[in-house]
């Protein structure tokens, strides 16, 4: 019940595409939804977050969208630049404990 | 400000030997966090300190310490490696009441 599973493990996407990745979760006690994103050789950064009184959140280029009763959010990234290209960590959050998704390794090819 | 700063950057250990890992904040953040990031499995909580002299368990404790020395610092200990803790290990911080963790740069350790 802890558990955040994200999806896809990997993706590649052509410059100016959108990247999607997903995540679910089941324990609705979480109450903050964050993605992270890394850059090889660096520690994780804060990239964007949501609590669930919201289904939508944007920044830039970055959207997540939060579906609550399918407990389910994902991360959009519009068109899709070469720097971009890292690994995006989804997390949930239950009193101020992250319980982490497994990473997707973005590529974004020129 | 240099944030979160972990030594030593990269370590070679023989299996059965000890070692700390130093992890200093200073953005005067309240908590203080150890994980382990291992390929397809994101980040493991190792312990916690939510405040000056406190320390918890997280979800992947066993073979492993912590001290959190003062507020600035929090160190992980780790008495007998095995190759089974050849891992990345990220040190983060957080202010009391804000979500957001802030991670130093990490340190990789490779256990024979």
């Known amino acids: 019940q802890q558990q955040v599973k994200q999806s896809p493990q990997s993706l590649i996407v052509q410059k100016g595409g959108i990247s999607i990745i997903n995540c679910a979760y089941e324990n609705t006690a979480f109450d903050y939804f964050p993605w992270y994103q890394q850059f090889p050789g660096k520690g994780p950064a804060l990239l964007i977050a949501i609590r669930p009184d919201v289904s939508e959140k944007k920044e830039g280029r970055f959207t997540i969208s939060f579906n609550k009763s399918a407990k389910q959010f994902s991360l959009h990234i519009m068109d899709s630049q070469p720097g971009d290209s890292a690994t995006y960590f989804c997390?949930?959050?239950?009193?101020?404990?992250?319980?982490w998704g497994a990473g997707t390794k973005l590529i974004i090819k020129p | 400000n240099a944030g979160v700063t972990q030594t030593p950057k990269f370590q070679v250990l023989k299996t059965g030997q000890s070692m700390t890992l130093q992890c200093a904040q200073d953005?005067?953040?309240?908590?203080m966090y150890w994980y382990r990031q291992d390929p397809g499995m994101g980040l493991r909580l190792i312990y916690y300190?939510?405040?000056?002299?406190?320390?918890d368990k997280g979800e992947v404790p066993n073979g492993y310490n912590v001290s959190r020395l003062n507020k600035r610092e929090f160190s992980l200990r780790l008495e007998s490696a095995a190759p089974s803790q050849t891992s990345v290990y990220f040190c983060?911080?957080?202010?009391?009441?804000?979500?957001?963790?802030?991670f130093g740069p990490g340190t990789r350790l490779l256990v024979l």
């Open positions: 953005m005067n953040h309240n908590s």
């Open positions: 300190s939510a405040s000056e002299g406190t320390t």
């Open positions: 983060a911080s957080r202010y009391g009441g804000q979500e957001t963790q802030y």
């Open positions: 997390a949930a959050s239950n009193n101020y404990q992250l319980i």
